[in-house]
């Protein structure tokens, strides 16, 4: 007779196999013995009620009884290209938000001129070792020398010295170089140097800016030339030169002093004699004109200073024209290379560095300036001239170049000439990109001043004829001057912005507009997407949880089993 053991009791004795018995009533749900529903198959039903009820059209035709087969599948391909369609489409969108996220618009045409920093003007002399200074300097080598040799000879060495500026066109003998640097090593220091001071000797052999700028005129007023509102000596990349307003003191100016025309502008007037000349530089009759921010090394290789040539005994004007590029305070949030650009507190700078930048604020030319002198040093093992000190990171050990060190400034000069912030690779350049100085860590200032120059001239005549005549019948200045004028061209500067190109309202705007074209997308929607997301990972992971729970009660009723056998 067969004995069913289920029917019978449920006596833990009565069961053959206790846990296939208990995986059998885990599949039952309560006392009806249906079995619980699977989450597959709970996904499925949920989503076909989703398409049904969706408020995006054409998708309850996916399951509507009352089409064919083939007509469903006609909306289905229909849905499938206009999905593929939206992704295509939000994608192209989105790579143009993320390229142009930044844009610089004008903000204001007529932005007052006298608002604007009058720039800094570095007036330098073609010839940049003076006669009399050179022949003061050979006498004393000549006094100091074991062997006696006249002072042509040294008159003609130091002619090499013109080798630290830019020269065009003289063939380079690096043995006389080496044979007279060595003999100014020994007899051209002073007690008190360790190394051959090449800035002291280039400073007192440059032509005095006192025998150079004669007379002054700023806002048709005459002013004196030499003070700290007026001209001083600074150094540039041609060496020491007469700059106009080294100290920014024209950064802020009423309206009177706006500086926008050529008889209210600055005015000065040049001696042009050539008696004094020794090592002229440049192939031109005339001077060099930097014009450059005041808070600059003028330099032009630094992508600040802009260089002109006026000719002498010439009256030369240069109009400047101004654009003012600010930049949104709510760009800050981005990074630095993001947006392409560093606000004053964010230039990183070392700690020696940073002693020395407190008192400046953070610009593009410097950081490029500051760049060129640590390769110059890492290459050269020396220091130009030249180059400012408050730009150099660490001072130990550093000398100034002197003659022994022309050929490898000469060799890597190409480097220091072509400067990069960015690599591209451009077919046929890629040898000079490799060559030149990389600068990536050298970003444009936030804040900025652009100075555009357009040079007008003038014979000098007719300058000399608006000077007062003296009881003799004499001018002031004879015909061997240069006049030179500099001031705004414009009243009015361009004032522009750098914004972000979409706000977060525009770009949602835009991409709600898409999804609506294609898929009839709502916020409404978006809900109902949401809700149904929510609610199944919900069950998943209360599913999860359940078995997790079962599974340790199991384990716990395994242990606690108790067999007994007849």
Not at 107 to 114: A, F, G, N, S, W
Not at 475 to 500: H, K, M, N, P, T
Request: with cysteine; glycine share 4%.
């Amino acid at each position: 007779m067969a004995i069913n053991t289920e029917a019978t009791s449920t006596a833990i004795w009565w069961i053959k196999n206790p846990k296939e018995s208990r995986g059998r009533r885990k599949n039952k749900k309560g006392p009806s013995g249906l079995r619980k529903q699977s989450l597959g198959s709970a996904f499925c039903l949920d989503m076909a009620d989703l398409l049904r009820n969706i408020s995006m059209q054409g998708y309850n035709k996916l399951l509507s009884p009352d089409i064919t087969l083939g007509q469903r599948m006609i909306w289905l391909l229909l849905h499938t290209a206009t999905t593929v369609s939206l992704i295509v489409v939000l994608s192209l969108t989105w790579e143009q938000f993320v390229a142009q996220s930044f844009v610089t618009n004008l903000k204001d045409p007529l932005y007052p001129v006298e608002n604007v920093p009058f720039p800094a003007v570095s007036i330098c002399s073609n010839n940049r070792i003076s006669r009399e200074a050179a022949f003061r300097y050979a006498i004393e080598l000549q006094a100091r020398s074991p062997i006696s040799r006249p002072v042509e000879y040294y008159l003609e060495r130091l002619m090499f010295l013109r080798e630290f500026y830019v020269h065009v066109g003289v063939v380079v003998d690096t043995d006389d170089f080496g044979s007279f640097q060595t003999f100014l090593d020994v007899f051209g220091t002073w007690d008190n140097e360790t190394f051959y001071d090449t800035r002291r000797i280039m400073k007192m052999l440059t032509p005095k800016c006192e025998n150079y700028v004669l007379k002054c005129t700023l806002a048709n007023v005459d002013i004196p030339c030499f003070s700290k509102a007026a001209f001083q000596e600074s150094l540039t990349q041609y060496g020491p030169c007469c700059t106009f307003n080294m100290e920014n003191r024209l950064k802020q100016r009423n309206f009177k002093n706006r500086l926008a025309s050529a008889e209210l502008g600055l005015t000065v007037v040049l001696n042009s004699s050539h008696s004094d000349h020794f090592a002229p530089i440049l192939n031109t009759d005339g001077y060099i004109v930097l014009i450059h921010s005041a808070d600059n090394y003028a330099s032009v290789t630094s992508s600040n200073a802009l260089e002109m040539f006026p000719g002498q005994r010439e009256e030369t004007s240069l109009q400047i024209h101004a654009r003012v590029v600010d930049t949104d305070d709510s760009l800050s949030s981005f990074s630095p290379f993001g947006r392409h650009c560093y606000f004053d507190h964010e230039a990183q700078t070392s700690s020696n560095e940073q002693q020395r930048l407190l008192k400046s604020t953070y610009s593009f030319p410097n950081c490029v300036t500051r760049c060129k002198i640590r390769s110059v040093i890492a290459l050269c093992r020396c220091l130009p001239f030249q180059m400012p000190l408050e730009l150099v990171e660490n001072l130990d050990g550093v000398v100034y170049c002197t003659l022994g060190h022309v050929p490898c400034i000469n060799q890597y000069m190409f480097k220091w000439r072509n400067v990069l912030t960015e690599r591209h690779m451009i077919p046929g350049l890629e040898r000079e990109i490799e060559e030149a100085l990389y600068c990536p860590q050298c970003l444009p200032s936030c804040n900025d001043v652009l100075y555009g120059v357009s040079l007008s001239a003038l014979p000098i005549d007719n300058y000399l004829a608006t000077l007062k005549l003296d009881g003799n019948n004499q001018s002031e200045f004879d015909s061997d001057i240069s006049v030179l004028r500099v001031y705004f061209g414009d009243q009015y500067a361009q004032y522009y912005i750098r914004l972000l190109n979409n706000a977060w309202f525009e770009v949602f705007s835009t991409i709600g507009n898409i999804m609506s074209i294609f898929v009839g997308f709502s916020m409404v929607a978006i809900f109902e997407i949401l809700y149904f997301l929510s609610k199944h990972i919900y069950i998943g992971c209360h599913r999860i949880v359940e078995k997790n729970h079962d599974d340790r009660k199991a384990k716990a009723l395994e242990e606690k089993q108790l067999y007994i056998c007849p």
